[in-house]
């Protein structure tokens, strides 16, 4: 039987499974194209991961009233845990080779724009916040490769843009070409009536 099974197990430990989850979602978040490229299964595991953080940052967004800054902070404490705390303090140490280790700041810049940004952009939206377009399969493995993006992003709010000024300056090129023909027509109409005219006074 099947039963309580509902996750992919990826081939790793529980612990490296959420781990890689971070490190997706926070990738997913902080990228500049909100969009990334990864295997399938990940990004239909991934889906769900992101989808419960940024309902966390929607929920904080709707709250007001007595006590609504306690409860938003502590949805935000919840939400971090969707992503890789940051740690300032590894700058100062250094790795094996005598090398600084840059600070771990990823994780806190994606909560911050997940509660400035996002919960803002998906206010009205009741779910459904990611995409997952297939790619087909991946040289060498054959694993099938997935692109999982944020809806309603800049780039694709630009390009609807860029649609609807392209329609209308189509529509208005149409109009202006049927004015033009109907001026030519009642041209053609006026001159006809005029030799006609002509041709009864003569």
Known sequence: MRHLKAH???GRTSEHRNSLLR???TSLINSREERIVTTLPK???????????????RR????SGEGSDARV???????????????TTLASTTGKRGQLRPERTAGVAALQRLFSELGERYQDRPGGYTRILRLGHRDG?????AIIELV???????????????????????????????????????????????????
Request: net charge positive; proline share 2%; glycine share 4%.
């Open 8 to 10: 992919r197990k990826l």
């Open 23 to 25: 490190n997706l979602a």
């Open 43 to 57: 990004a239909k595991e991934l889906r769900p991961f992101v989808e419960r953080a940024i309902t966390l940052s």
């Open 60 to 63: 904080a967004r709707s709250l």
């Open 73 to 87: 902070l502590h949805l935000r404490r919840q939400a971090a845990g969707f992503f890789h705390a940051g740690n």
């Open 141 to 145: 493995d054959k694993a099938e490769l």
């Open 152 to 202: 309603d992003n800049p780039r694709e709010i630009a390009a609807h843009e860029a649609e609807k000024k392209r329609v209308k300056s189509a529509a208005s090129k149409r109009k202006k070409s049927d004015r033009k023909a109907s001026a030519a027509s009642k041209d053609s109409e006026s001159s006809e009536a005029g030799d006609a005219a002509t041709e009864v006074s003569e």
